[in-house]
C-alpha cells in the first residue's frame, strides 16, 4: 500500500466519522485524528504515520464497543467499522513500509494485522512520549560522540570491541533475600553492589549519581537437591518488573517442567534500578555515551553473576533474552567463554536502525545537519553492537527466534544477525514482537534446544550416576 492510497483511505474514514460529529463529538474528534494522520501522509510520509492511524483506529474500536454495550447499535456498529478499516490502512502501510526478508504467510490476516497493529502501538507511545519530553537537540553532545568514537579508534575498540569489557572482579560479597510472587515458585533475590564504572567520561559523573542503579540485582529460581544447569534471562526495554518478567519467561515451565535452575536479571536503569519512574529511562533516551555505560555495566555484572553461578556448582550456564535483552544476549554470548548456549528472542540488532524507525524526516534532516549520522553512532557504540564481535559460543548452542510480523526488531534485522552468526538454527513464528502468535511451536522449539544443549550435560550426568547405582 502506497503512502498516497494510505492518506485517501483514512481520510475517507476520518470524513465518516466528522459526518457523524451530530451525533457524538467524541467521533468528531476520532475523525479530525485520522483526516491530520492523512494530511500528513500526503504532504511526506513519515514513518510514525502507521502507529498514529493504528491507535486512532484503536480508539475508535474501543468507542464503537462501548457505544453498542450501551445500547447505540447502529451508531456503535458504524464506529466499529471505520475503526476497523483505518486499523487495516495503518498495518498494512507498517507492512509496506519495510522490505519483507521472508515471507509473510497471510498478510491480510486478523491475525497477522493484530500483530502488527500491536507493535505500532508501541512504537506510538514511544513517539507521543518523545513529543512530550524530546530528548537534548543532538548538537549539546555531538562533539563527545565524535570523541568517543575517536577514543575507539585510538584504543583499538573498533576493530576488537572486547577491549572494552575488561574482566571484572569476582562475586563476593552479596545478600540472599527470599522472594515470594503470585502464582510463581519460591525464589531467592541475589543483591551485590554493581562497582562498575563507565568509560566515557563525558557521563560517568551523571551516570554514577543514580544511587539505585548502582546495586546489581537477580532473581534465583534453585532446585534444593543439588545444582542444576542455570539459564540466565534478561528482559526487554522498559521491563524489569520481576513478577512479570517471570511470566513473559515462562519461568515456572523452565523451571519446574524442565528441571533448570534459572537467574532473572534487572538490567541497569530498570525496575528496582530506574532513575525515576520509568523503568529503563537513560538507556536509550539520554545521552547516547549512557547508552554505551549501560550495556557495559550489565555485560560486567553478567560476567560477575555467570562467575558466581559456577562457583556456586552450576555444570552448565546459558543465556536467554528477549528485544533488548536479546541483544545483551547476543553480546554476552560474545565475551563469555564457556556457555552452553545463546538464545536471542526478537533480538534487536542494530540499534540506530531500531531508534530511528519512527524518526521523521524533519528529525533525520536535522541530526545530519550537525553531523550526527548512523556511521558515527555506529563507531562511537562500538563496544556494544553484536555484529562487531564473534560469538563465543559453539554453532549447535545458538538458536534465534524470531517474529515475521515483528515491526520493532524487523526481520532483517534478525538475519543480520542470522549471517554474523554463521547461519545457526533459527525459528521463526507467524507473530510480531509483543504479540507472539504461534507461541506453542516456539516454545517446543526453545525446550528441544534447551535439553540438546544446556540440560545435556545434566543428562549424561544422571546415565552415569545410573550406571554406578545399577554396578553398585
Not at 534500578?273 to 545521552?287: E, K, N, P, Q
Request: contains cysteine; positive net charge; hydrophobic residues 45%.
Amino acid at each position: 500500500m502506497t503512502a498516497r492510497n494510505a492518506a485517501k483511505l483514512l481520510a475517507a474514514f476520518g470524513l465518516a466519522l466528522v459526518v457523524l460529529a451530530s451525533a457524538s463529538w467524541v467521533a468528531a474528534l476520532l475523525g479530525l485524528w485520522q483526516l491530520g494522520v492523512a494530511a500528513s501522509l500526503w504532504r511526506r510520509p513519515a514513518p510514525a504515520a502507521a502507529a498514529w492511524a493504528v491507535v486512532g483506529a484503536g480508539l475508535a474500536l474501543l468507542y464503537g464497543l462501548t457505544l453498542v454495550l450501551a445500547g447505540e447499535l447502529g451508531f456503535g456498529l458504524l464506529c466499529l467499522a471505520f475503526g476497523a478499516g483505518a486499523g487495516f490502512v495503518g498495518t498494512q502501510l507498517s507492512l509496506a513500509a519495510h522490505p519483507r526478508t521472508r515471507p509473510l504467510p497471510a498478510p491480510l490476516s486478523v491475525r497477522t494485522n493484530l500483530a502488527v497493529a500491536a507493535d505500532e502501538a508501541m512504537k506510538w507511545y514511544w513517539h507521543a512520549t518523545g513529543l512530550v519530553s524530546p530528548p537534548p537537540e543532538p548538537a549539546l553532545w555531538i562533539e563527545s560522540l565524535r570523541k568517543a568514537a575517536e577514543r575507539n579508534r585510538a584504543s583499538g575498540v573498533l576493530s576488537d570491541p572486547s577491549l572494552a569489557h575488561p574482566p571484572p572482579p569476582a562475586l563476593e560479597k552479596h545478600t540472599l533475600r527470599r522472594f515470594e510472587g503470585i502464582g510463581l515458585p519460591s525464589a531467592e533475590e541475589l543483591r551485590f553492589e554493581s562497582e562498575f564504572e563507565p568509560r566515557d567520561p563525558e557521563v560517568r559523573e551523571r551516570y554514577l549519581g543514580v544511587a539505585a542503579n548502582r546495586t546489581a540485582r537477580a532473581l534465583l529460581w534453585r532446585h534444593r537437591s543439588s545444582p542444576r544447569p542455570v539459564l540466565i534471562v534478561i528482559h526487554g526495554y522498559g521491563m524489569g518488573r520481576p513478577g512479570l518478567d517471570a511470566r513473559a519467561f515462562d519461568v515456572p515451565r523452565l523451571h519446574q517442567s524442565l528441571g533448570l535452575d534459572i537467574a532473572l536479571v534487572t538490567l541497569p536503569l530498570h525496575g528496582a534500578r530506574a532513575a525515576g519512574r520509568r523503568s529503563g529511562a537513560g538507556f536509550l533516551d539520554a545521552h547516547p555515551l549512557a547508552t554505551n555505560a549501560a550495556f557495559e555495566q550489565a555485560i560486567w555484572e553478567l560476567r560477575r553473576l555467570c562467575g558466581w553461578l559456577r562457583a556456586q556448582g552450576a555444570p552448565a550456564v546459558g543465556v536467554h533474552g528477549m528485544s533488548l535483552g536479546g541483544y545483551t544476549a547476543a553480546l554476552f554470548s560474545s565475551l563469555e567463554r564457556g556457555l552452553a548456549c545463546a538464545v536471542p528472542l526478537v533480538p534487536a540488532v542494530s540499534l540506530p536502525a531500531v531508534l530511528g524507525a519512527s524518526r521523521s524526516p524533519d528529525e533525520s534532516r536535522r541530526r545530519e545537519s550537525v553531523g550526527l549520522t548512523d556511521a558515527l553512532l555506529s563507531d562511537a557504540w562500538a563496544s556494544h553492537d553484536p555484529l562487531r564481535h564473534r560469538p563465543l559460543v559453539a554453532p549447535e548452542g545458538r538458536l534465534i527466534l524470531a517474529g515475521l510480523s515483528d515491526r520493532i526488531c524487523m526481520p532483517d534485522q534478525v538475519e543480520a544477525l542470522w549471517e554474523h552468526w554463521d547461519r545457526p538454527s533459527i525459528h521463526w513464528f507467524p507473530g510480531s514482537h509483543l504479540a507472539p502468535f504461534g507461541r506453542r511451536a516456539l516454545r517446543e522449539r526453545l525446550d528441544v534446544h534447551l535439553r540438546a544443549t544446556l540440560l545435556a550435560p545434566e543428562q549424561r550426568l544422571s546415565r552415569f550416576r545410573g550406571l554406578l547405582q545399577a554396578a553398585g
